[in-house]
């Protein structure tokens, strides 16, 4: 496994941790990509084939073993991002719930990651997708919340 794959596996395996791949996830790990070197270079057809690699590492390793693979061709700094990226990925469609947070706790331990350096990063997300109540003279159609 090349690093590049390697990296955008650590984010296929959040999105799919528990078997499922969600219209959201799905999306959410593309846009995670889409705004990333060298992923952001990369035409249609080769996203499309890194999709598919990373779809047939996954039903053939299970996500556990695509994470140990993954790790091993990432260097630290990389790991780092990956972990944020997976943080992000989980984080961003509400709380985490307890299983997800087992995944991030599991994830660091494979990517080498200190728990400060994991929590420093879930941290920021926290802040980021905290829910926010805002009041606005605009006239606008009533929101359901995610």
Not at 71 to 97: H, I, N, V, W
Not at 98 to 118: G, T, W, Y
Not at 120 to 141: G, P, W, Y
């Amino acid at each position: 496994m090349d690093s590049l794959t390697a990296f955008a596996a650590v984010g296929f395996a959040a999105v799919s941790w528990d078997g499922h791949f969600t219209k959201a996830g799905t999306r959410s790990f593309r846009h995670a990509l889409d705004y990333r070197e060298p992923f952001c270079q990369m035409t249609d057809g080769e996203m499309i084939a890194l999709l598919d690699e990373l779809l047939d590492l996954r039903r053939a390793l299970g996500a556990h073993e695509m994470m140990l693979q993954a790790a091993k061709c990432l260097t630290s700094a990389q790991c780092m991002t990956a972990y944020a990226m997976a943080s992000e990925l989980m984080r961003s469609d509400g709380p985490f719930e307890p299983e997800e947070r087992r995944f991030l706790d599991h994830l660091a331990v494979i990517l080498e990651m200190s728990k400060f350096e994991a929590q420093r990063i879930d941290a920021v997300f926290e802040i980021f997708h905290s829910r926010l109540t805002l009041s606005s003279t605009l006239e606008l159609n009533p929101v359901v919340p995610c």
